[in-house]
């Protein structure tokens, strides 16, 4: 296999296969660890030569010396996760060993990082190696991407590697992530179940109800930015996004209109514990992917959303079965 992808059988690893196949790729690897979610159903379409367990797959590294790339997704993404032991041993302890592994090997290593790295944004949201001191995450999923950030620029690996900083990703494929889906893929489910969307009114004075967002990337730009990087040899951390913040009530308005209802939010109390921790505002500056030959425009917020929710949702359609 010439090519791996780790949580290749997860949201954006099968994203990213499913892009491969697209390319005339299908000499994958895939490396993952399967559960009791649905995510098996990811597979089903997908073109790879074989999967691998991901504590054999380190087990039996050596083997792979040969691959022409480590695409690396895998990681525990929830950002409720308290055990921070288990959240650095998966996260940071396996990334490292990979990423050690691939410089040595001279394997091309393109891995996740995120946009919880940044916490609430008040050191700015700007990618790069050069100051990640000046970030506070605010959760230990955040802390333990954080982390790895800082030990590869700390040991000259961005020379070599690439690291993505995903902001909020959505689209085909996330079913199977629990309360991580993304709230297109939540309020799917809500309004069809009851005809109405819940959200939280804001707990921050400088925010109206629904008017804090995220910069919200369909998923289909985020594996083409991440892919991009499969064709030079360029290092370094970049952003992955829309370049756009879009607040919670644009977001409605363009789940309602896919689905051809009337808008119908009800905004709730924010949970306490996520009061201290919440990240109000997300904005991608793309300026570095830019710099490093990415020249495609991202998908609108509302064309990217009826894609999904019509080609997708409504038809309980996987990525790779477009042609059923």
Same mark, same amino acid.
């Given at each position: 296999m010439s090519i791996i992808v780790t949580g290749g059988a997860g949201f954006?690893?099968?994203?990213?296969?499913?892009r491969l196949n697209e390319l005339g790729h299908d000499d994958i690897l895939i490396v993952d660890r399967m559960d009791e979610t649905d995510k098996w159903k990811n597979f089903v379409p997908l073109k790879f030569k074989d999967y691998i367990d991901a504590d054999d797959f380190i087990d039996y590294i050596e083997a792979f010396r040969d691959a022409e790339a480590i695409i690396h997704m895998?990681?525990?993404?929830?950002?409720? /996760?308290?055990?921070?032991?288990?959240?650095?041993?998966?996260?940071?302890?396996y990334t490292k060993d990979l990423a050690d592994f691939s410089v040595e090997k001279g394997i091309r290593f393109i891995y996740a990082s995120s946009a919880a790295t940044y916490g609430d944004g008040s050191a700015g949201m700007e990618d790069g190696h050069e100051e990640l001191h000046k =970030?506070?995450? =605010?959760?230990?999923?955040?802390?333990?991407?954080?982390?790895?950030?800082?030990?590869a620029?700390?040991?000259?690996?961005? /020379?070599?590697?690439?690291? &993505?900083?995903?902001?909020?990703?959505?689209?085909?494929? /996330?079913?199977?992530?629990?309360?991580?889906?993304? =709230?297109?893929?939540?309020?799917?489910?809500?309004?069809? /179940?009851?005809?109405?969307l819940k959200l939280f009114k804001?707990?921050?004075?400088?925010?109206?109800?629904?008017?804090?967002?995220?910069?919200f990337v369909y998923?289909?730009?985020?594996?083409?930015?991440?892919?991009h990087f499969m064709g030079n040899k360029i290092g370094g951390l970049f952003n992955v996004g829309s370049g756009q913040m879009k607040t919670w009530n644009a977001l409605a308005d363009a789940i309602f209109d896919a689905l051809d209802r009337p808008k119908n939010v009800e905004f709730i109390d924010m949970p306490e514990h &996520?009061?201290?921790?919440?990240?109000?505002?997300?904005?991608?500056? =793309?300026?570095?992917?830019?710099?490093?030959?990415?020249?495609?425009?991202t998908t609108p917020l509302n064309t990217a959303i009826k894609d999904y929710v019509q080609n997708y949702l409504l038809k309980g359609r996987y990525l790779g079965d477009e042609d059923l």
């Open positions: 954006i690893g099968s994203a990213v296969v499913w895998g990681a525990c993404s929830s950002t409720t /996760e308290k055990d921070a032991r288990y959240m650095l041993i998966n996260n940071f302890g =970030l506070r995450p =605010l959760n230990i999923y955040g802390y333990s991407k954080h982390l790895f950030d800082q030990y620029a700390r040991h000259g690996m961005f /020379e070599k590697i690439v690291g &993505l900083k995903y902001f909020n990703v959505f689209g085909p494929n /996330e079913g199977h992530k629990g309360d991580m889906r993304s =709230l297109v893929n939540k309020a799917f489910s809500q309004i069809n /179940e009851t005809g109405s804001s707990a921050n004075p400088a925010f109206e109800d629904g008017e804090f967002g995220r910069d998923v289909k730009d985020a594996v083409d930015m991440t892919l &996520l009061r201290d921790r919440y990240q109000y505002q997300t904005q991608a500056d =793309l300026s570095s992917i830019r710099r490093a030959g990415y020249a495609a425009e």
